[in-house]
């Protein structure tokens, strides 16, 4: 299966079962939501309004309402995740590239019935990466960053996993409190759910966890600074999972569950050991 490969938005997005057609028009999605978000482009909506040249209340709809689905998720999260910086500057970039992941989803989706599409720590899939083999993505050691710990395997409605840490994606991970968790992946059924959770997670802490987990719909696998793995009832197998000839790497872990989840005692030393 062919890779397609193009940086964007600071990071690098890979595409796996797609034409190169396909490719172009995701490459379209991201470039747009790029050139209306970026905070690096001064001729960007969201720079001028960081600027004060443009007022939030004049900007396109659009980013108006991204703006709003950012504050929902705040709401949601009980300001664990915010669209706000610490200086007041309006940051979407906790939402922005899983938006454009799952718009480029839907495009993909119109054209092909098995595809991967990763970026900077986010991965959407559809189908299998062979029959009967379904998408897997290996869980990374936040300690060791050439060390999987364990391994997700996607599939049905499970089709969207995100990684968040203090080394991949502290840009727009702003702290409430002392760091309790170094790195978060959660697994959901759709991307943005599962990128907030994962930045979320980072940003807050153990009651945090156990809140934003407590409905039961997305696994989660967290590490602590101190070697600590935090996994939900359906993320602890991953742990000891062995990593499958379809995996592919992703800089970061799964994310947390709540009251029943499995605390696993693991250090730096024993967690290298486990990824097989």
Do not use: C, N
């Given at each position: 299966?062919?890779?397609?490969?193009?940086?964007?938005?600071?990071?690098?997005?890979?595409?796996?079962?797609?034409?190169?057609?396909?490719?172009?028009?995701?490459?379209?999605?991201?470039?747009?939501?790029?050139?209306?978000?970026?905070?690096?482009?001064?001729?960007?909506?969201?720079?001028?309004?960081?600027?004060?040249?443009?007022?939030?209340?004049?900007?396109?709809?659009?980013?108006?309402?991204?703006?709003?689905?950012?504050?929902?998720?705040?709401?949601?999260?009980?300001?664990?995740?915010?669209?706000?910086?610490?200086?007041?500057?309006?940051?979407?970039?906790?939402?922005?590239?899983?938006?454009?992941?799952?718009?480029?989803?839907?495009?993909?989706?119109?054209?092909?019935?098995?595809?991967?599409?990763?970026?900077?720590?986010?991965?959407?899939?559809?189908?299998?990466?062979?029959?009967?083999?379904?998408?897997?993505?290996?869980?990374?050691?936040?300690?060791?960053?050439?060390?999987?710990?364990?391994?997700?395997?996607l599939g049905g409605s499970r089709r969207a996993v995100a990684t968040s840490g203090t080394a991949e994606r502290g840009e727009h991970i702003w702290r409430r409190s002392a760091p309790v968790f170094v790195q978060a992946t959660v697994v959901?059924?759709?991307?943005?759910?599962?990128?907030?959770?994962?930045?979320?997670?980072?940003?807050?802490?153990?009651?945090?966890?156990?809140?934003?987990?407590?409905?039961?719909?997305?696994?989660?696998?967290?590490?602590?600074?101190?070697?600590?793995?935090?996994?939900?009832?359906?993320?602890?197998p991953w742990v000891s999972s062995a990593l499958g000839p379809g995996a592919v790497p992703v800089a970061g872990p799964l994310e947390q569950p709540p009251m029943g989840r499995a605390q696993l005692g693991v250090d730096p030393s024993s967690?290298?050991?486990?990824?097989?």
């Amino acid at each position: 299966m062919s890779v397609l490969t193009f940086e964007t938005m600071g990071t690098v997005v890979s595409l796996r079962g797609a034409t190169p057609e396909a490719a172009s028009a995701v490459r379209a999605v991201f470039a747009g939501y790029d050139h209306r978000y970026s905070l690096w482009d001064p001729a960007s909506v969201l720079s001028r309004i960081a600027a004060g040249s443009l007022r939030l209340s004049d900007a396109p709809t659009a980013v108006r309402d991204v703006y709003a689905l950012a504050l929902s998720w705040r709401d949601r999260t009980g300001g664990a995740f915010t669209p706000h910086r610490p200086d007041g500057v309006i940051d979407l970039s906790g939402v922005v590239k899983a938006l454009a992941i799952r718009d480029a989803g839907e495009v993909l989706d119109t054209g092909t019935d098995a595809w991967m599409l990763s970026a900077g720590g986010d991965v959407l899939v559809r189908g299998t990466h062979r029959p009967d083999e379904p998408w897997s993505v290996g869980v990374v050691d936040p300690g060791r960053r050439d060390t999987v710990v364990g391994v997700v395997r996607l599939g049905g409605s499970r089709r969207a996993v995100a990684t968040s840490g203090t080394a991949e994606r502290g840009e727009h991970i702003w702290r409430r409190s002392a760091p309790v968790f170094v790195q978060a992946t959660v697994v959901a059924d759709d991307v943005l759910t599962a990128d907030v959770l994962a930045t979320a997670v980072v940003a807050g802490d153990e009651d945090d966890l156990r809140r934003l987990t407590a409905d039961g719909d997305v696994d989660v696998l967290a590490f602590t600074a101190d070697g600590l793995v935090w996994a939900t009832p359906g993320a602890a197998p991953w742990v000891s999972s062995a990593l499958g000839p379809g995996a592919v790497p992703v800089a970061g872990p799964l994310e947390q569950p709540p009251m029943g989840r499995a605390q696993l005692g693991v250090d730096p030393s024993s967690r290298a050991s486990s990824a097989s």
